[in-house]
Structures are given as structure tokens and as C-alpha cells.
T-cell receptor
Framework: RKEVEQDPGPFNVPEGATVAFNCTYSNSASQSFFWYRQDCRKEPKLLMSVYSSGNEDGRFTAQLNRASQYISLLIRDSKLSDSATYLCVVTGGSSNTGKLIFGQGTTLQVKP | GAVVSQHPSRVICKSGTSVKIECRSLDFQATTMFWYRQFPKQSLMLMATSNEGSKATYEQGVEKDKFLINHASLTLSTLTVTSAHPEDSSFYIC??????????????FGPGTRLTVL
């Protein structure tokens, strides 16, 4: 079983749509959770951290359910520029090693 | 945000040669840097954790004699792919860990190095 599992997609949505991505992780000891965005042939860039209380940054909302080991990302009012691969990332093992475990990524294609 | 550079951005080499990739944190000191590899349509996979002044910690399945890591200063880590073969062709990405307030430790990624071994 992969440590971080995501539906690879692709998700093809029209501009303005709301789209949700889900992710599950296997290591209950993971302490920190993130969503990264990766454009084609580029490095990943941090989109947002994810907290149990949920957090919102503009059109993006992230949620964490520790009991279910489940993370979600909601994008409202999709823009063409949102087209990218979204990576679910968790820290591996004990809290301070800094190891990041990446999911395979979910590809989003926003169409006009 | 903090800036991490990688050099070269792209390299094409013949089978059997060694390739060195540099990772630099430009505006902060990084006691820890990480090296990842990403094959097409796959996830980033951590290869090793590079600690300044000490030996790197390699992930299971990564050959330490093939992927030599040196972290000689607080701003520079190097990865050398020794005797590269076509199966080593991949996108190699480094990151540097920024120690922030509280428990949030963010990593900043370099732009990556695309290695093609002929």
C-alpha cells in the first residue's frame, strides 16, 4: 500500500467549477500535512498547510481528518491558471526529521 | 519565500560518466537538505537526507555508493551520480529545510535538474 494515496485523475473541469481532491495516508504518526502544486516539468511549490481545524486561503480550502487519515483540497471558482498537478504531502514518521512523503498527485485541467 | 537554486538545470551525458548536481540555498542557511527523484508521471521519491557536516541518510533501496552526497557548508549540498546509466535518467530535485517558529518546518525546492543518460 502506498504511504500517500491520491486519485491521479485527470480532472477536467470548466472554468468557474468547484473541484475537490482527496488523499489518504497510512502513517498515523505523521504530524504535518501539506498540499503542493506542481506545474509540468517544474519543481513543486507549497500551496498550503493543512490543519485539523481546516484552513482557507482565498479560493482554496483544505481539511484534515486525523481519525480517518484523510486530507482534502477544495478549489472554488476554478481558473485556467489552476491547471496543474496537486500533490498531497505528509511528513514521515517522527515530527522533526523533515522527511516529506509525496502522493502521486492529482492532475487538474481547467478548460475555458 | 526563501530561494533554492540548482545547477545544472539540464544535463545529457553518456553512459558510464559521473554527473554532479549542486543545490544552494541563496538567502538562508540550511542545516538539512533533501534530494528527491521523480520519474515521469510518478511521485517525488526521497532519495536521501543531507545534513551539514555529517553523512547523508539514504532511503531504503538507494545506493549510497552510486549517489554520493556532500553537504560541506550551510548553503551547499551536492549530489553526484556516479557511473550513470540510462535508468538513472530522471528529474532530480533538492529542497532545503527552513526552520520556522513553532513546529512548522517548510521546505523550499530547487528548480530541479533533468538528467538524461544516453
Amino acid at each position: 500500500r502506498k504511504e500517500v494515496e491520491q486519485d491521479p485523475g485527470p480532472f477536467n473541469v470548466p472554468e468557474g467549477a468547484t473541484v475537490a481532491f482527496n488523499c489518504t495516508y497510512s502513517n498515523s504518526a505523521s504530524q504535518s500535512f501539506f498540499w503542493y502544486r506542481q506545474d509540468c516539468r517544474k519543481e513543486p511549490k507549497l500551496l498550503m498547510s493543512v490543519y485539523s481545524s481546516g484552513n482557507e486561503d482565498g479560493r482554496f480550502t483544505a481539511q484534515l481528518n486525523r481519525a480517518s487519515q484523510y486530507i482534502s483540497l477544495l478549489i472554488r471558482d476554478s481558473k485556467l491558471s489552476d491547471s496543474a498537478t496537486y500533490l498531497c504531502v505528509v511528513t514521515g514518521g517522527s515530527s522533526n526529521t523533515g522527511k516529506l512523503i509525496f502522493g502521486q498527485g492529482t492532475t487538474l485541467q481547467v478548460k475555458p | 519565500g526563501a530561494v533554492v537554486s540548482q545547477h545544472p538545470s539540464r544535463v545529457i551525458c553518456k553512459s558510464g560518466t559521473s554527473v554532479k548536481i549542486e543545490c544552494r540555498s541563496l538567502d538562508f542557511q540550511a542545516t538539512t537538505m533533501f534530494w528527491y527523484r521523480q520519474f515521469p508521471k510518478q511521485s517525488l521519491m526521497l532519495m536521501a537526507t543531507s545534513n551539514e557536516g555529517s553523512k547523508a541518510t539514504y532511503e531504503q533501496g538507494v545506493e549510497k555508493d552510486k549517489f554520493l552526497i556532500n553537504h560541506a557548508s550551510l548553503t551547499l549540498s551536492t549530489l553526484t551520480v556516479t557511473s550513470a546509466h540510462p535508468e538513472d535518467s530522471s528529474f532530480y530535485i533538492c529542497s532545503a529545510r527552513l526552520l520556522g517558529a513553532g513546529s512548522v518546518n517548510e521546505q523550499f525546492f530547487g528548480p530541479g535538474t533533468r538528467l538524461t543518460v544516453l
